[in-house]
């Protein structure tokens, strides 16, 4: 068999192509994570501000533990 430079070059080209386009898969499904990870954070936030005295205790007992440690330390 001869070697064909035609044949080379297709190869090639279909390679690059190949690579192109899976980078862009890449590029596209990094971008669908991101979506639905701030489509998550979106939701959790509605479901914690269905509850607002939830979030005021939290900080209180946030604020207590902070004392405590600082005046442990």
């Known amino acids: 068999m001869a070697f064909d430079p035609d044949y080379r070059s297709d190869t090639s080209t ?9 980078e862009e898969d ?3 499904m990094a971008y669908r994570r ?8 979106q939701a959790l936030h ?3 501000c269905d509850y607002p005295e939830l979030m ?18």
């Open 46 to 48: 509605a479901q914690v």
């Open 14 to 22: 279909s390679n690059l192509r190949r690579e192109r386009r899976r």
């Open 56 to 73: 005021d205790s939290s900080r209180h007992s946030d604020a207590r533990l902070a004392s405590r440690v600082r005046h442990s330390v």
């Open 34 to 41: 991101a979506i639905e990870d701030y489509r998550d954070s």
């Open 26 to 28: 890449k590029k596209r």
